[in-house]
T-cell receptor, first 113, second 111 residues
Framework: AQSVTQLGSHVSVSEGALVLLRCNYSSSVPPYLFWYVQYPNQGLQLLLK??????LVKGINGFEAEFKKSETSFHLTKPSAHMRDAAEYFCAVSPHNTDKLIFGTGTRLQVFP | DTAVSQTPKYLVTQMGNDKSIKCEQNLGHDTMYWYKQDSKKFLKIMFSYNNKELIINETVPNRFSPKSPDKAHLNLHINSLELGDSAVYFCASSGDRYEAFFGQGTRLTVV
């Protein structure tokens, strides 16, 4: 079964520092991969998606992620963290034969001034 | 103009009661979903409907019954509520596999 693993349930960075949130997937076939963000008491918002096109994907709010098949990874990065980036981030995979999303366990990003 | 809206936002009820959560989307999408987020923030799909037809039922107890009167609405009815049903329930919709739009969530607390 396809799945994603997010390493690190909590990540803390200083404002202006690099953000790196890790996600590894398990799939025999490169799946569709997503990063969603959840701000407190809100629903999920799509940050970016990988759908078999360019391996470096740029999303909203300055985030990007690189699909690396050799490492089965889809890590999320942002060069310079902002206080407003503090939220829960979810990596997700969509198997090729379904419409559902399988989520990772989430990573809470804290940004300190 | 809200894309995916759920009501109510908060629901507190006693064990054994029956309750419903409503969801509506104005995006013209064919597919709608219910996801459950537990107290540890873990998200798991419960159901998906495509054009009013049930597509995915992820071994959810029979006490949970989704109903889709039309492709813009997907309601969730829960019978005989249990303490373990306490969670945040998210409705979502998608027009293709590339992006799902989520509602704000309904926080259900069973006491």
């Amino acid at each position: 079964a396809q799945s994603v693993t997010q390493l690190g349930s909590h990540v803390s960075v200083s404002e202006g520092a690099l953000v790196l949130l890790r996600c590894n997937y398990s799939s025999s076939v490169p799946p569709y991969l997503f990063w969603y963000v959840q701000y407190p008491n809100q629903g999920l918002q799509l940050l970016l998606k990988y759908t078999s096109a360019a391996t470096l994907v740029k999303g909203i709010n300055g985030f990007e992620a690189e699909f690396k098949k050799s490492e089965t990874s889809f890590h999320l990065t942002k060069p310079s963290a902002h206080m407003r980036d503090a939220a829960e981030y979810f990596c997700a995979v969509s198997p090729h034969n379904t419409d559902k999303l399988i989520f990772g366990t989430g990573t809470r990003l804290q940004v300190f001034p | 103009d809200t894309a995916v809206s759920q009501t109510p936002k908060y629901l507190v009820t006693q064990m054994g009661n029956d309750k419903s959560i409503k969801c509506e989307q104005n995006l013209g999408h064919d597919t709608m979903y219910w996801y459950k987020q537990d107290s540890k923030k873990f998200l798991k799909i419960m159901f998906s409907y495509n054009n009013k037809e049930l597509i995915i039922n992820e071994t959810v107890p029979n006490r949970f019954s989704p109903k889709s009167p039309d492709k813009a609405h997907l309601n969730l009815h829960i019978n005989s509520l249990e303490l373990g049903d306490s969670a945040v329930y998210f409705c979502a919709s998608s027009g293709d596999r590339y992006e799902a739009f989520f509602g704000q969530g309904t926080r259900l607390t069973v006491v």
